[in-house]
């Protein structure tokens, strides 16, 4: 299969798989950790690399965000909806920030506007001015959405661009190059905005000075 093809197939199956879960869809009762775990991983794992031996969230992990103030406490053992608003954020951070800078990005919002209960939630429903975990959560999916809706657009740029790449290579040699090519191209984009998302956490009043090289143990 050529290198083209192959991508495509891949970006359908990673869009397919791929669901915004939206505040509504959030159970509207307080949750233990097992059901918030369950929860979780029904949600999440298609975006599992091996949705069969991935572990995408744990107990430890969840303890950890509380314990260094990621997200707040739960409350007699309950998790809330905005827990699991933050949980969805935290997740797809976790693989490429320490624990430090999801800290100093996700705890003042979660400090500000998260509320520890589905009751305390519900109690701000129709209060105007008050804005909630969900209005941010809301306002940020919204334009992750549309990210998800260019991203074919752009990978198909890249795809383009090699297919006009190592013409004159050995036939046998072409699709390796290619697929290297893609990847690499892929690779730069990701470390570029890595970078942009280090100096703006560097540059946020308060960065810890060690944040760029802890490692988050998540």
Known sequence: ????????????KILGGFRVTYPEEIPKIDLYMDQVLT????RLKRTARK????????????NNYVKNKVMIPPVKKKYGR?????????YYMKSFLSIDDIRKIVGPVSDKYAQPTTKSVEELVGRKHRYSMTDVYTELFKYVAEDVE???TEVGRILDETENAFIEAPEEDREMLRRFNVIC????????RKLLIEKLLDETPGAPESSRNTRAKN
């Open 82 to 90: 905005d827990h699991i608003l933050l949980l969805m954020v935290i």
């Open 51 to 62: 949705s069969d031996k991935d572990k995408l969230l744990t107990k430890t992990m969840i």
């Open 1 to 12: 299969m050529s290198t083209r093809k192959d991508v495509e197939l891949i970006v359908n």
């Open 39 to 42: 929860f979780m991983t029904e």
């Open 185 to 192: 191209q892929l690779s730069a984009d990701i470390y570029l």
């Open 150 to 152: 260019r991203f074919p």
